[in-house]
């Protein structure tokens, strides 16, 4: 269910969700859905990973957090891959 959650976060969500996604990369369960998230938000995601990363060592599926995190942010360097438009109704 929280991940369910966390995609729709990543379709909808802003900076302002950032700091709670980033608390998900340390769950194992939910550090793909979380990182992904981050990607697409882009806003706030640099931080809470360089956050995540040293605090994921100790956690039990930090070898999951940590492949998480790196990828995704080898995705935050890429300029092409931004985040898609939204298109508002006037």
């Given at each position: 269910m929280k991940a369910i959650l966390i995609q729709e976060i990543q379709a909808?969500?802003?900076a302002e969700a950032a700091a709670a996604l980033g608390a998900?990369?340390?769950d194992e369960d939910l550090c793909d859905p979380a990182a992904m998230a981050l990607v697409a938000i882009r806003e706030g995601a640099a931080e809470e990973f360089r956050r995540a990363l040293p605090a994921s060592k100790g956690s039990a599926g930090w070898r999951s957090s940590r492949r998480s995190a790196r990828s995704a942010t080898g995705s935050l360097r890429r300029p092409c891959a931004k985040r898609p438009a939204v298109a508002t109704r006037r």
């Open positions: 909808v969500g802003g998900r990369l340390l």
